[in-house]
C-alpha cells in the first residue's frame, strides 16, 4: 500500500510523554476518547480518527492547550526525533528544510504539506488524507507552531509568522497569537502557515551536508519502497470511503482520479484480485464498524455517511455483513470497551 492510503500512525514512548509534560495521565486521555487503554499498553499504531480523538481528548483535559503547546515547542528534543523529521532541521535554509518535512513527514502520518509560494509569500497547508473533518485545535496548533520553531531553531533567529490559518473552530488556543506573532484566522478550509519569502530564504546554522548525505538516501529509499508496493485496490478503497457521503462511487469518476480509464481500472482491480462492486461492500463496512464505534453518531446519520439513499437498506447490508444489527452491534461494542 502507498503512504498516501495506509491509515495508520505510529505513537511512540515518547509522544504520550510530551503529553504528560501538561500533568495529564494517558488514561485519562484514553478514556476520554472512549478508546481501549490497550492502545498504550500494547499497540504502537493508531488510525487517523483515532488519532484526532486523543487530540480532542487532551485539548479538553489540558488547563491552558496554548501554554501546553507553547512548552513542547520549549522543550522540544530535536536529537530525539524520527530521522523524517530530524533530517529538515539540518537542511540548507529554511525553504529546503520545509521541503524535505513535506517530503518525508507521508512516512510517519497520512498528512501531506502543500507548499507554494507566490508575491512574496510562501504558505504551508496541512491535509489529512483520512479524514473529512478539520483536525482538533491542539493539533493544527502543534503542526503549525513546529514548522516556524523549526525555522527558528536552525536559522537561531526569531522568525515571525505574516499569517496563520486553522481549520479549527478558535476552542481555547487563541492565545497562539503571540507565538506565531500575527493574528490567527479560525474555520478555514485547512490549516495554513504562511511565510515572508525572505525568511524562506534565511540559511541554517544548523547545517549539517555530512549527516544529510546519510540520512537522505535511506529515507528515499523507504519512500521508494512504499511506493513500489502500492496498491490500486487500496488507492480506489481510499477515494470511496473519502467519497461515500456523496453517493454511491462512480467506477468512471474514481478512474478520472487516478488517471486512467474506467476500463484499465477495472482490469488492475481483477489482476489483484478484487472489483469495484467487492470494493465498494468492503469500503462500506470498514467504515460502518468504524462510525458505530462512535455512539455520538446517530444511525440514520450512519447510514448517510455511508451513501445509503433508506436507513433500512443499511440495516440489511449490515445484518449480512456482521449477522446482526447496527444498534445491537453497536451495545456490545460500547460494552466491550467499558463507555459509559
Known amino acids: 500500500m502507498s503512504s498516501h492510503s ?24 484514553l478514556r476520554k476518547a472512549k478508546l481501549p487503554l490497550t492502545i498504550f499498553t500494547e499497540s504502537q499504531f493508531v488510525n487517523t480518527a483515532e488519532y484526532f480523538a486523543i487530540w480532542e481528548a487532551y485539548t479538553a483535559l489540558v488547563d491552558d492547550p496554548a501554554s501546553a503547546i507553547t512548552k513542547q515547542m520549549n522543550d522540544l528534543e530535536i536529537s530525539q526525533l524520527p530521522p523524517s523529521v530530524l533530517a529538515p ?22 498528512e501531506r504539506f502543500h507548499i507554494t509560494e507566490k508575491d512574496g509569500l510562501g ?3 496541512l491535509e489529512w488524507l483520512y479524514s473529512e473533518q478539520p483536525e482538533p485545535a491542539m493539533l493544527a496548533g502543534i503542526m503549525l507552531t513546529s514548522l516556524l520553531e523549526m525555522g527558528r531553531r536552525g536559522t537561531r533567529g526569531a522568525i515571525q509568522a505574516y499569517s496563520v490559518e ?5 476552542g481555547r488556543i487563541a492565545e497562539l497569537n503571540s507565538y506565531f506573532g500575527c493574528a490567527i484566522t ?7 502557515l504562511i ?6 530564504e534565511l540559511p541554517f546554522v544548523s547545517y549539517n551536508a555530512e549527516l544529510l548525505a546519510i540520512l537522505t538516501p535511506a529515507l528515499d529509499l523507504s519512500l521508494a519502497e512504499q511506493q513500489q508496493v502500492s496498491s490500486v485496490t487500496e488507492k480506489v478503497k481510499w477515494i470511496m470511503k473519502r467519497s461515500l457521503s456523496a453517493g454511491r462511487p462512480d467506477v468512471q469518476v474514481i478512474a478520472s482520479e487516478l488517471g486512467m480509464s474506467d476500463r484499465t481500472l477495472q482490469r488492475r482491480l481483477n489482476e489483484e484480485g478484487t472489483n469495484f462492486k467487492q470494493l465498494l ?5 470498514e467504515q460502518a464498524l468504524l462510525y458505530l464505534s462512535d455512539p455520538t453518531i446517530d444511525l440514520k446519520e450512519v447510514a448517510y455517511l455511508l451513501g445509503y439513499e433508506e436507513q433500512n437498506s443499511f440495516y440489511r447490508a449490515f445484518r449480512l455483513w456482521e449477522g446482526d444489527t447496527p444498534s445491537h452491534w453497536r451495545e456490545n461494542r460500547i460494552g466491550a470497551l467499558g463507555y459509559n
Not at 532541521?89 to 497520512?110: E, G, S, T
Not at 479560525?186 to 495554513?192: D, E, H
Open 166 to 170: 486553522l481549520s479549527c473552530p478558535e
Open 89 to 110: 532541521y539540518h537542511a540548507r535554509d529554511f525553504r529546503d528544510a520545509l521541503k524535505r518535512l513535506a517530503r518525508y513527514k507521508q512516512l510517519c502520518v497520512p
Open 186 to 192: 479560525f474555520g478555514a478550509k485547512r490549516s495554513r
Open 281 to 285: 461492500t468492503v469500503a462500506r463496512r
Open 123 to 125: 504558505t504551508i497547508e
Open 6 to 29: 495506509l491509515d495508520r500512525i505510529n505513537i511512540t514512548a515518547g509522544f504520550w510523554n510530551s503529553l504528560r509534560q501538561s500533568g495529564v495521565s494517558v488514561q485519562d486521555i
Open 195 to 200: 511565510l515572508r519569502h525572505n525568511d524562506l
